[in-house]
């Protein structure tokens, strides 16, 4: 017996994970075409996410793989590896994409690959949890991935968030609009972070996530802004001193499975993703919103150090409504009153 088959598969396990934290992308993909030697007859289904789990995304794909591994009775081996290219989603994207792996997701950065998703991240557009899901679970979710078929090759498996985003600082909490001026707050790429700040009366300053930590120690940034899971899972308060709790933006983020992947599977495989894929959508759901309260923020964030303030959200929304809005109405045109008009 050759020595690879006398590897048992924990072990195996083991060294893919080490593998791949070691190898990045390059491990993934050898990962995803390497055979399977317990299950030569499974169907490989390898999905990159950013992070580890306990970030929900990450707890909530990996419980899905190993649901549909159990609940296909060996026809589909999907493999979750959380982790492995931190600061890479547009990597993880182009890798489903070219079909290198089959299922992935932009993470923060949906906005960015998908600028149809901008919408949604508009200052205080999106009203609550249950206004975001009843439209993404509906007949806006069912356009959205007639779309993303069409035009990226790709389907949606489902839509999820990271929550609504809270600003963290280090000198001083940001309570009202006023308390914006002048301050230096690190943001996504994306335009509408960018324009979400500056229209609220600060100074947004782009920045890839790897800079932060530094930026934020050195004082080139004030702070930024981040939902409460991920300033817990990311260690926000290791250069942070204050969480203000304005929901400014909504988080949406979808995972998505390479077209020509989910086509070669059988009806009843496409079904127990999909079936998978809205379980795990509801325990992501559960895990972030279960901090995205005043309470629950205390409790989680100031034994680490920080002090959670509950900030005026009316005023922030009123400027949102009359700084930030009209532009955007004008270039989401129709999907703008789909979403504005929805009724949770």
């Not at 996410?49 to 159990?70: C, D, L, M, T, Y």
């Not at 000198?171 to 002048?182: C, V, Y």
């Not at 229209?199 to 930026?215: D, H, Q, T």
């Not at 079904?271 to 998978?276: A, E, F, V």
Request: with cysteine; net charge positive; aromatic share 10%.
């Amino acid at each position: 017996m050759s020595t690879m088959m006398k590897v048992s598969g924990r072990n195996l396990v083991g060294m893919r994970r080490r593998d791949l934290v070691k190898g990045g992308l390059a491990g993934i993909l050898a990962t995803g075409l390497a055979p399977t030697i317990a299950r030569a007859e499974a169907k490989k289904l390898v999905m990159a996410h950013i992070v580890p789990p306990p970030e929900s995304g990450a707890v909530g794909f990996e419980w899905q793989a190993e649901e549909v591994r159990k609940r296909s009775g060996g026809e589909l081996d999907m493999q979750f590896f959380g982790g492995t290219l931190l600061g890479k989603e547009l990597e993880i994207m182009n890798a489903v994409k070219a079909g290198n792996i089959a299922i992935g997701d932009p993470a923060g950065a949906a906005a960015t690959v998908f600028p149809e998703m901008g919408v949604f991240l508009v200052p205080y557009l999106v009203q609550s949890y249950d206004h975001a899901y009843k439209m993404f679970n509906g007949a806006i979710g069912e356009q959205l991935d007639k779309q993303f078929q069409e035009k990226y090759k790709l389907k949606v498996l489902c839509f999820f968030d990271y929550g609504f985003r809270h600003f963290w600082t280090a000198k001083k909490p940001i309570k009202e609009p006023k308390d914006l001026r002048g301050a230096k707050i690190r943001v996504q790429q994306a335009k509408v972070f960018g324009d979400t700040i500056n229209g609220l009366g600060g100074n947004a300053v782009p920045m890839a996530w790897g800079e932060v930590v530094s930026a934020a120690k050195s004082g080139v940034i004030d702070g930024g802004d981040l939902p409460i899971v991920n300033q817990i899972a990311l260690k926000i308060y290791e250069v942070s001193k204050y969480c203000s709790m304005t929901f400014h933006n909504y988080g949406p983020t979808l995972n998505t499975m390479n077209l020509g992947v989910w086509e070669s599977l059988s009806e009843p495989q496409k079904k127990l993703m999909l079936d998978t894929s809205r379980e795990a959508q509801a325990k992501i759901r559960q895990l972030t919103e279960s901090v995205d309260n005043f309470a629950a923020a205390k409790k989680e964030l100031e034994p680490r150090g920080m002090t959670v303030v509950e900030a005026d959200v009316p005023a922030f929304r009123k400027v949102a409504q009359e700084k930030i809005w009209p532009a955007y109405k004008q270039q989401y045109a129709g999907l703008w009153e789909q979403v504005a008009e929805f009724k949770a």
